[in-house]
């Protein structure tokens, strides 16, 4: 389905999307290629950027530009800026992030460091480095991807739920400062979504309580509501349960969340050693 007939004139015709190597990424990299929009495509794995890209280029007569990055290394931003050089964005999404799933106790400080700085720091220079030219276009759009573990603490998943509880707050702040300069900024925060994040902390989709969406239609969320900020959850299960957990006391909230992440993990954990026994 397509968006709002409007789309490319407000928010094209360069968009920048990071973590379009998989997953949601991708889906807005598909998504938006669809509308004729040309594209910075980021992530660290190169060639899956490439062939993406290249796919794109030929099914939709646009022009891509593929960058290999680490959004954890000090000077991203820069680099960035450079490839984006004498491009009219109108669009950024910053969308790329990792997870630790697990007790907190046992995670090494040099994986809560990379967390800190792919899920927070990156994105917050990327909103310092494009929205001064975005406010001066006067018309765009940031869209910036947070969780459902951005609206309170999680148990057995507590620095991946700290860094979205700082992508909200940083994405909710610059919603109200540009509301009226013409530049939409969502925080879209998902529920489970099938793609390699669950796997990549150990989590098996099967074993999600909720089920899971799919990546293009929390994408296709995202850049309908562009204009709804300041957040939207995506899918009306995941709505319907946050709204339950936030309506809970703060106590029970917090354990029942952190419940749900280590049943699942339990699972996927007895899971994996019953087909490993199987083998
Ligand atoms: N899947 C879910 O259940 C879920 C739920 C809520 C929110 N989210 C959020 O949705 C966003 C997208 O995740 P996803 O579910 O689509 O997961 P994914 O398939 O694992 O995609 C993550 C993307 O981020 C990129 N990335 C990771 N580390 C990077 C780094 N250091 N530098 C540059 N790029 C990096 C990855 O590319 P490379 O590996 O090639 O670098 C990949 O393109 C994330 O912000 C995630 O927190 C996901």
Redesign the pocket.
């Known amino acids: 389905m397509g968006l709002a007939k409007d789309f490319k004139q407000r928010y094209g015709p360069w968009a920048v999307v990071?973590?379009?190597?998989?997953?949601?990424?991708e889906q807005f990299a598909r998504l938006l290629a669809a509308e004729g929009i040309h594209l910075i495509l980021?992530?660290?794995?190169a060639s899956?950027l490439e062939s993406l890209a290249e796919g794109l280029r030929q099914q939709h007569s646009i022009q891509v530009e593929v960058l290999s990055?680490?959004?954890?290394s000090a000077d991203f931003v820069d680099t960035l800026l450079e490839t984006c050089a004498g491009l009219d964005v109108g669009l950024v999404v910053s969308?790329?992030?990792?997870?630790a799933k697990g007790e907190y106790l046992d995670m090494e400080p040099g994986e809560l460091t990379h967390l800190l700085n792919?899920n927070c720091r990156a994105p917050m220079l990327l909103a310092r480095a494009f929205l001064p030219g975005l406010t001066e276009r006067g018309v765009g759009g940031f869209l910036i991807?947070g969780?459902?573990e951005g609206f309170q603490a999680y148990p057995y998943s507590i620095p991946y739920a700290a860094t979205k509880a700082f992508v909200h707050s940083l994405g909710e702040g610059l919603w109200g400062e540009l509301k009226d300069s013409g530049i939409d900024v969502l925080v879209l925060a998902?529920?489970?979504?099938d793609?390699?994040?669950?796997p990549?902390s150990g989590m098996d989709v099967r074993d999600m309580p909720m089920g899971v969406m799919s990546?293009e239609s929390v994408a296709q969320i995202g850049l309908e509501r562009l204009q709804a900020g300041p957040t939207v959850i995506a899918g009306w299960l995941n709505r319907l349960m946050m709204g339950m957990l936030l309506a809970m006391p703060r106590r029970w909230s917090i354990l029942a969340g952190g419940k749900g992440i280590k049943d699942a993990m339990e699972k996927s954990r007895a899971r994996q050693q019953q087909e490993k026994a199987d083998r």
Do not use: F, K, Y
């Open positions: 990071t973590g379009a190597s998989s997953g949601i990424g980021v992530a660290r794995r899956v990055l680490d959004l954890g969308n790329a992030g990792v997870a792919v991807t969780s459902l998902p529920g489970a979504t793609t390699e994040l669950l990549l990546a």
